[in-house]
């Protein structure tokens, strides 16, 4: 289980630094210049947080959307789009290989950060880290094209359904007699 801690307000120059690098990773603004943004620790993750909510992470220096920040924010660019038959394999964690993906952008780098969707609903499955370029992992035949680094379903997709437990009220009732 994931639990939050170091969580620190960002200064305004730091928080428009990462709404401005997220911007140009994947077209979309996280948060208005005066929103305040937090970065907080969670095992091995330095999350970004916007209203309390884990949208993004960062890896090194570089800023990133989690899955949840994709369904958020619905980014058009940097996408991976995979077969049918491989998002039950990809929404458990699996690497993407060439062979199932039909389509992703062509500006995509070898090293980028990518999103991985399904061809049929367009949805985020994973995020992670391009072993190809764009136009290579759609040439490609075989081998592994993207390295999994978040998805569907781990401890951080989980992290926002994660509510503290509450101390249950325990009453104290007679049992009653049936007439």
Do not use: C
């Amino acid at each position: 289980m994931l639990r939050l801690r170091r969580r620190q307000r960002l200064r305004r120059k730091e928080a428009l630094t990462l709404i401005q690098t997220i911007k140009q990773e994947l077209g979309v603004e996280i948060a208005g210049p005066d929103e305040p943004l937090e970065l907080a620790e969670a095992d091995s993750w330095r999350l970004i947080l916007v209203k309390g909510k884990a949208v993004g992470f960062l890896a090194g220096d570089r800023p990133f959307l989690t899955v949840r920040g994709l369904l958020t924010y619905k980014p058009a660019i940097r996408f991976v789009t995979v077969d049918m038959g491989a998002v039950k394999f990809v929404a458990n964690g699996a690497d993407v290989m060439a062979p199932g993906i039909v389509d992703a952008d062509t500006s995509i780098n070898v090293g980028d950060f990518v999103w991985i969707r399904d061809e049929r609903n367009k949805q985020p499955l994973a995020v992670g880290e391009a072993l190809l370029s764009g136009k290579d992992m759609i040439a490609a035949e075989s081998g592994k094209a993207v390295r999994s680094i978040h998805f569907v379903g781990d401890k951080l997709w989980n992290l926002e359904s994660e509510e503290p437990k509450k101390p249950e009220a325990h009453e104290e009732s007679s049992p009653q007699e049936e007439d």
